[in-house]
């Protein structure tokens, strides 16, 4: 329990923040599920993948934004990374003063829904080497086989806003098809990015793999840790459209938000540095 002791705190916006675009899967979850909130919405797209650069980078990338978010009034963080969670939450919910939510891939959902016994999980390297996840497959995967497959060059596809191309659904393939012919019935999206790509999965796959997306559970674990908090906003006030940043130009992300949320927002470009990211660098495009 944090002591929050502005007394606006509950009118502050909830802070969300991806490497990139993939966020934006959990902003639009969470919008559903709490129409009243305001949200900051940061992707360190500079920087992205996140599954491929090592942990203390990592690690220093998602505090630095943490810290930025509360120096804007965030009362809550939502790391919409599984990768950043993996990696480095535990550290950064020391460091913060503010409630943090993490995300991670949903491995008891599919060990409860498996009849096959047999699940996939596409993720980055990053989170399917991390500590975290192999202690959720040591909780949660009982007699259920996890097939795992690092998602290489998905992230920079849909950053790209390439969710559909020959090249993205060929890619896709040499992914699933092992774990079909593996007898797979249920697939879990590891990375906030992937439900992005829904559609292409959905047809190479057909209705053989059920998918497990956890952006859903993530907006009700915002919503309870609000309330234990005091930190719901008062039903009936305005609320502002999501303002958006990035640590980039921005233009992927305005593109991914009209497209996917039909949201015309402005994307304001921000330097955040961090030990590593001197802030020269962080200029660069």
């Given at each position: 329990?944090?002591?929050?002791?502005?007394?606006?705190?509950?009118?502050?916006?909830?802070?969300?923040?991806?490497?990139?675009?993939?966020?934006?899967?959990?902003?639009r979850a969470?919008?559903?599920?709490?129409?009243?909130?305001?949200?900051?919405?940061?992707?360190?797209?500079?920087?992205?993948?996140?599954?491929?650069?090592?942990?203390?980078?990592?690690?220093?990338?998602?505090?630095?934004?943490?810290?930025?978010?509360?120096?804007?009034?965030?009362?809550?963080?939502?790391v919409?990374?599984?990768?950043?969670?993996?990696?480095?939450?535990?550290?950064?919910?020391?460091?913060?003063?503010?409630?943090?939510?993490?995300?991670?891939?949903?491995?008891?959902?599919?060990?409860?829904?498996?009849?096959?016994?047999?699940?996939g999980?596409?993720?980055?390297?990053?989170?399917?080497?991390?500590?975290?996840f192999?202690?959720?497959?040591?909780?949660?995967?009982?007699?259920?086989?996890?097939?795992?497959?690092?998602?290489?060059?998905?992230?920079?596809?849909?950053?790209?806003?390439?969710?559909?191309?020959?090249?993205?659904?060929?890619?896709?393939?040499?992914?699933?098809?092992?774990?079909?012919?593996?007898?797979?019935?249920?697939?879990?999206?590891?990375?906030?990015?992937?439900?992005?790509?829904?559609?292409?999965?959905?047809?190479?796959?057909?209705e053989?793999?059920?998918?497990?997306?956890?952006?859903?559970?993530?907006?009700?674990?915002?919503?309870?840790?609000?309330?234990?908090?005091?930190?719901?906003?008062?039903?009936?006030?305005?609320?502002?459209?999501?303002?958006?940043?990035?640590t980039?130009?921005g233009?992927?992300?305005?593109?991914?938000?009209?497209?996917?949320?039909?949201?015309?927002?402005?994307?304001?470009?921000?330097?955040?540095?961090?030990?590593?990211?001197?802030?020269?660098?962080?200029?660069?495009?």
């Open positions: 329990m944090h002591d929050v002791s502005d007394l606006t705190a509950p009118h502050a916006p909830i802070g969300v923040f991806d490497s990139g675009l993939g966020g934006l899967s959990v902003l969470v919008r559903a599920q709490l129409p009243g909130e305001s949200i900051v919405y940061v992707a360190d797209s500079l920087y992205a993948p996140y599954g491929e650069r090592d942990d203390a980078f990592i690690a220093e990338r998602t505090l630095a934004i943490g810290q930025w978010l509360v120096t804007q009034g965030a009362k809550m963080l939502v919409a990374c599984n990768t950043a969670t993996a990696q480095s939450i535990a550290m950064v919910r020391e460091r913060l003063s503010i409630p943090l939510i993490g995300v991670e891939p949903g491995i008891k959902p599919a060990a409860s829904q498996s009849k096959s016994r047999v699940a999980v596409l993720a980055t390297q990053v989170t399917l080497r991390s500590a975290r192999q202690s959720l497959l040591e909780r949660y995967a009982a007699d259920c086989r996890f097939i795992c497959q690092p998602g290489h060059g998905l992230v920079q596809a849909i950053e790209r806003c390439d969710v559909g191309s020959a090249e993205l659904r060929a890619l896709l393939r040499s992914y699933l098809q092992p774990m079909l012919d593996a007898g797979a019935d249920t697939l879990v999206l590891g990375c906030t990015h992937y439900p992005f790509l829904d559609a292409a999965i959905r047809d190479i796959v057909g053989r793999m059920a998918l497990i997306d956890t952006s859903v559970a993530i907006a009700r674990q915002v919503e309870r840790v609000l309330d234990q908090n005091g930190l719901r906003a008062a039903s009936g006030a305005s609320v502002d459209l999501p303002r958006f940043y990035s980039s130009d233009a992927h992300l305005q593109q991914l938000a009209a497209t996917l949320l039909h949201l015309d927002a402005a994307v304001e470009r921000v330097v955040i540095p961090s030990p590593s990211t001197a802030a020269p660098d962080s200029e660069a495009a």
